[in-house]
């Protein structure tokens, strides 16, 4: 059996260039946690990526001789009861839903299984973890560059590009991460950026 790469099938929505394009997105399915703070310094940020990292690869094992594919990549859906808390710093105020995307063989009965299992090996996931279909329709995206705390000017030119096509931001700034912090050097951190427009 091939493994599936759903980063190369799915490749319009897991690459784009330096330059925003529009794309439509299709429903998805993933596991998410929801959380809030700053994503340097919360205990509960690092928890929830252990817990989707930990659940997704005991799904993909469990689902094995049915689907042998790769694990996609940590994704982000970012925003603010008060959004100048992004312009202005002020991380504690971030809330946020890190999420994976799923195949569609992983279903609900198999998560609760696979965090059974993980409670078994004392390893416990956020009360927000869940499976969820998620549909962001038409939007926006381009490719960052370079570290995190740069993203502003790319953000910026995504939201000129939506301006420019006659169409306004909604839902949640989303953010695809494509690059091993502890792995690739800040300059060369690769970072999916989409915005939903309407």
Do not use: C
Not at 20 to 37: C, N
Not at 49 to 77: H, I, N
Not at 159 to 166: A, C, M, P, R
């Amino acid at each position: 059996m091939a493994r599936i790469d759903f980063k190369k099938s799915l490749k319009h929505l897991y690459h784009a260039p330096k330059t925003p394009v529009a794309v439509d997105v299709p429903e998805l399915s993933f596991l998410m946690v929801d959380g809030r703070g700053d994503p340097n310094s919360s205990e509960e940020f690092q928890e929830a990526v252990k817990a989707l990292y930990g659940l997704s690869y005991t799904l993909r094992s469990m689902a094995a001789q049915a689907l042998d594919y790769v694990v996609m990549p940590l994704e982000g859906l970012w925003w603010a009861e008060d959004m100048s808390a992004f312009t202005e710093g002020k991380r504690a105020d971030w809330q946020w839903t890190l999420m994976i995307m799923q195949p569609d063989v992983i279903t609900q009965e198999m998560v609760q299984e696979a965090i059974a299992k993980l409670a078994k090996k004392g390893k416990d996931v956020p009360a927000s973890t869940r499976l969820e279909r998620f549909h962001e329709g038409l939007a926006a995206q381009v490719m960052h560059i370079g570290p995190y705390a740069a993203e502003g000017p790319t953000i910026a030119a995504l939201h000129e590009f939506i301006g420019s096509q006659g169409r306004s931001p909604r839902g949640r700034h989303h953010e695809i991460y494509l690059s091993d912090p502890s792995r690739t050097a800040p300059e060369k951190m690769r970072t999916l950026i989409r915005q939903p427009m309407g």
